[in-house]
């Protein structure tokens, strides 16, 4: 069974910008979360989508949001870039809740300029 | 201050027991998840225990869990160099139908022969 993935695998955006990153679930598994990892912050945890709906929010502003397609992949987008939005974003998928075994991708490292 | 908190760093002799410690805030907790996250790779669970034990074993990795204090351990026998990485505990909340986590620092494992 293929893991999680995500694309894109490295990204670099400057100030302003608005950025997209995508993230496949494991086949099978309706809830996908994000997490958000810095060195000064840790792992945070964005949202968790399941069934196409937002279920769970952290405490992100509304720069940050994402969404969930039919067949359980998910986006998350950041607008109006900042510098402390630099980054590795993470997703992670289980069966049915964010409280089951979660699987991770490998993220998408984001470098804001 | 930090719901979940771990020291930061531990360094120890290949074939020793490594013992990693977090503390945690909420006793409503159910799930109290590790997990491992070597360099450039995402989070990979090593186990879990619900709150309603005291003791777990997998094969190296004993988890101990002493609910009155709030602590949470990780015992790993026989450390060896390929345990070098970042360990974090979290915990899980249940909201919204589901779990949210919130994930310690992590804590760097640094495996020396």
């Known amino acids: 069974k293929a893991g999680v993935t995500q694309t894109p695998r490295y990204l670099i955006k400057t100030r302003g910008q608005q950025v997209t990153l995508s993230c496949s679930p494991i086949s099978g598994h309706r809830s996908v979360s994000w997490y958000q990892q810095t060195p000064g912050q840790g792992l945070q945890f964005l949202f968790e989508y399941f069934s196409e709906t937002q279920r769970n929010k952290g405490n992100f502003p509304g720069r940050f949001s994402g969404r969930q397609f039919s067949n359980s992949r998910s986006e998350m987008n950041v607008s109006t870039l900042e510098l402390g939005d630099s980054a590795l974003y993470l997703c992670?998928?289980?069966?049915?809740?964010?409280?089951?075994?979660?699987?991770f991708g490998p993220g998408t490292r984001l470098t804001v300029l | 201050g930090e719901d979940v908190e771990q020291s930061l760093f531990l360094s120890v002799r290949e074939g020793d027991s490594s013992v990693i410690n977090c503390t945690y805030t909420?006793?409503?907790?159910?799930?109290l998840y590790w997990y491992k996250q070597e360099p450039g790779a995402g989070l990979q669970l090593l186990t879990y225990i619900f709150s309603n034990m005291d003791m777990k074993q997998d094969q190296r990795l004993t988890v101990l869990l002493n609910k009155k204090d709030k602590h949470l351990s990780l015992r790993i026998a026989d450390t060896q160099t390929g345990d070098s990485a970042i360990y974090f505990c979290a915990e899980m909340k249940a909201s919204g139908g589901s779990y949210i986590p919130t994930f310690g620092r992590g804590t760097s494992l640094i495996v020396h022969p």
């Open positions: 909420d006793s409503s907790s159910t799930y």
């Open positions: 992670a998928s289980s069966l049915e809740f964010a409280g089951d075994e979660q699987f």
